[in-house]
């Protein structure tokens, strides 16, 4: 879909790991509203997780859906719902580096997951007619981007 | 897919409510895990946000990906992933209530939006095998579920 992307590596299971013949993911229907820009090009380079003072990204959004970021402001906590399209589906256990023994796909936050669909909370620094400028994503660059949303955790509804 | 739930109602546009022709959602496939269980039957029943403190909800999940809940257990705090299959997907600009001029979709956390999805901070009361006992959730009963992690938010990793 995007020549700039390396294709999906299926990465090989470690220890204790456990992959199941997962069913068709075609119960419901996607549409990527645009893609998330980031300084990251490999997936060794990304944060372990985002950090609201880590460097600056772009929510780039497709023309189409730009006039539902009215209201989107600069200085707002958003959660950005975002597709890891290079992450393999089928893993049930997996084996974190950090842990002694197999963990539930449940259990983890991995991109590896039946439907690897990130949610990071990101701050707004600035709102512009084609997207916002971000802090506080650990994605790679050219990431399809699924949602955006003000975010709900209650730590950012007040200052702290 | 499911006998059980109405279909979908397209809910009439609001004064200020922009539609716009939405590209076909067929970037990605999604896989429903399972479906969550809870009170409400109808949508004017359920509650505007999920609280801590509300019913018990049940996170159903399918045979299939029951391994993948090892080491989620009682007390956890979670996030709930969740298909709105019901919502529609074509607005840009919506007129809440409560709003006096109409907001864009990804100012709003309602369940209108390109790819309905919800996201929800549950805590689990019981893990068994076939699923999890949760509090905290606001959907409708028969909701397909998409995914469980846990919980990001920095409110939920110390005691309050």
Request: hydrophobic share 35%; with cysteine.
């Given at each position: 879909m995007n020549a700039n992307r390396p294709a999906l590596v299926e990465t090989e299971l470690r220890c204790g790991e456990t992959a199941v013949e997962a069913?068709?993911?075609?119960?419901a229907g996607l549409v990527f509203i645009g893609r998330v820009r980031t300084p990251?090009?490999?997936?060794?380079?990304?944060?372990r997780r985002g950090d609201l003072e880590g460097p600056l990204c772009r929510l780039e959004v497709d023309e189409i859906w730009r006039?539902?970021?009215?209201?989107?402001?600069?200085g707002a906590m958003i959660q950005v719902l975002y597709w890891m399209?290079?992450?393999?589906?089928?893993?049930v256990l997996q084996s974190p580096r950090s842990a002694s023994a197999p963990v539930g796909t449940f259990a983890l936050r991995s991109p590896v997951r039946p439907n690897p669909i990130a949610v990071s909370d990101a701050l707004v620094v600035e709102a512009n007619e084609s997207g916002l400028l971000v802090r506080g994503l650990d994605c790679l660059d050219g990431t399809p981007l699924l949602d955006i949303k003000p975010a709900s955790c209650p730590a950012w509804r007040e200052p702290s």
């Open positions: 069913p068709l993911a075609c119960d990251w090009l490999e997936r060794g380079q990304c944060p006039p539902a970021l009215r209201g989107v402001s600069a399209d290079r992450a393999r589906r089928d893993l």
